[in-house]
């Protein structure tokens, strides 16, 4: 990891420390892109997560839903994209640049 | 300068789809024959008399900046002074999409620039890279989209041969087969339908058109609704780019040829866990890039394919 991302990641924890509500946070986890793949490609997460994408690949890639929903902007080595999965129900998403890239997030009742 | 190669003939012949040296493709009557040249023997052929020809070129990535090739402006440029010293001056030039990396209006101008100087028209198709604007492809309909149809396809005729070109690389879903969408098949049908079975015709799209490797989305999914509006045609080429090495089909009438980047290569299907750009030493960079030239030899025969590298 390079020390910019370095200072990125801790910044963002931080930022996350600070905007913590008193109460539970919200659920996240993280997709990471490495070597044209996501992973893990399916990722299992209580509805109301909050997935962080991350660009840990030396080219840019992105993220679309299959059902064309949201789309991440294109997501530069080190970038990431974060989107919220309210309601359960499997949500397949490809890379936009390199489609054969797929994932699925998979999101269960609370 | 045509492509060196060191094996046999016979060996040669066998892998000339990954070794692409100095490959004469004819076609004409439906039976395409294939001939190897050999550098001096490619040197000696007359460049075509008279006969119309022009030029292919593919994936020039303008934008990336990765290991694989760091200055894939610089290999254009090569590319295009190639393209200025050919023997014969061809009438055009076709770039099958991914003229960019990113579809930034930037790297869009730095192509444009570049292409310029070659004083040629050129015709345009976009690949997948070229559409990831936030206008999901308005960005390239800007530049190039004038006189075209639909969300950028079209058509013209030049040499005797109706030139078609088509796009693949919206709306793509995951698992990356390219595809072309009812609207852009009712005007192929509609702009076919005036022209006689013995027009050569000449497709070109940036992704394959055949089922080429769809383990890495290398195909189209509608394509068998194309060919069939193609299959009355005595003479249909289909040129693409895409997987950045030359490959080659033939399926009844119908020939279809992969373009060699002017960027970066690709590995072989399937050896490698996926496709994406392929570091090779850099003194092997040019061997893998290249540019193509078509000639007609004349308007009842055989459309010649040459395949050369930047080496």
């Known amino acids: ?110 | 300068m045509a492509d060196d190669h060191q094996l046999d003939r016979r060996g040669a012949l066998k892998c000339m789809a990954w070794a692409g040296g100095g490959l004469l493709w004819t076609l004409g009557g439906g039976v395409p024959a294939g001939t190897l040249l050999g550098a001096a023997e490619a040197a000696a052929r007359p460049a075509g008399g008279a006969g119309f020809s022009f030029v292919q070129i593919s994936d020039s990535h303008i934008g990336f900046d990765r290991a694989a090739n760091p200055d894939p402006a610089a290999t254009l440029r090569e590319a295009v002074a190639q393209i200025r010293a050919l023997p014969v001056r061809p009438a055009f030039v076709l770039h099958t999409g991914d003229i960019t990396h990113l579809s930034r209006e930037a790297e869009f101008d730095a192509a444009q620039a570049i292409l310029g100087e070659l004083g040629l028209p050129v015709h345009y198709v976009p690949g997948e890279h070229d559409v990831q604007d936030d206008g999901l492809g308005a960005a390239y309909l800007r530049r190039f989209g004038a006189g075209t149809n639909g969300r950028g396809w079209y058509s013209f005729d030049a040499g005797g041969v109706h030139f078609v070109g088509l796009i693949n690389v919206l709306e793509l879903q995951a698992g990356g087969l390219g595809h072309l969408g009812a609207e852009q098949l009712a005007w192929l049908q509609a702009d076919l339908r005036g022209h006689s079975a013995s027009t050569p015709i000449v497709v070109f799209a940036h992704m394959p058109l055949w089922s080429l490797y769809p383990e890495w989305g290398w195909g189209t999914d509608d394509s068998t609704q194309a060919l069939a509006l193609l299959a009355r045609f005595g003479s249909v080429t289909v040129l693409n780019g895409h997987i950045h090495q030359i490959m080659q089909k033939v399926e009844g009438r119908v020939a279809f040829h992969t373009a060699r980047s002017t960027a970066f290569p690709q590995p072989a299907p399937g050896t490698a866990p996926a496709p994406g750009p392929m570091t090779v030493p850099a003194d092997r960079l040019r061997s893998t890039l290249g540019i193509r030239s078509v000639r007609l030899v004349s308007r009842a025969s055989p459309l010649a394919i040459t395949d050369t590298n930047l080496a």
Do not use: W
């Open chain 1, 1 to 110: 990891m390079t020390r910019k991302s370095s200072f990125a990641l801790l910044a963002a924890a931080l930022t996350l420390a600070a905007a913590a509500p008193a109460a539970a946070p919200p659920n996240a986890a993280a997709v990471h892109i490495q070597n044209f793949r996501f992973g893990p490609q399916t990722l299992t997460v209580p509805a109301g997560t909050t997935v962080t994408f991350v660009n840990d690949d030396e080219e840019p890639h992105n993220v679309t839903a299959v059902d064309h929903s949201y789309r991440s902007p294109i997501l530069n080595p080190g970038a990431r994209f974060t989107h919220q999965y309210a309601a359960p129900g499997d949500y397949p998403y490809f890379c936009a640049l390199h489609p054969h890239m797929t994932g699925h997030i998979v999101v269960t009742g609370r």
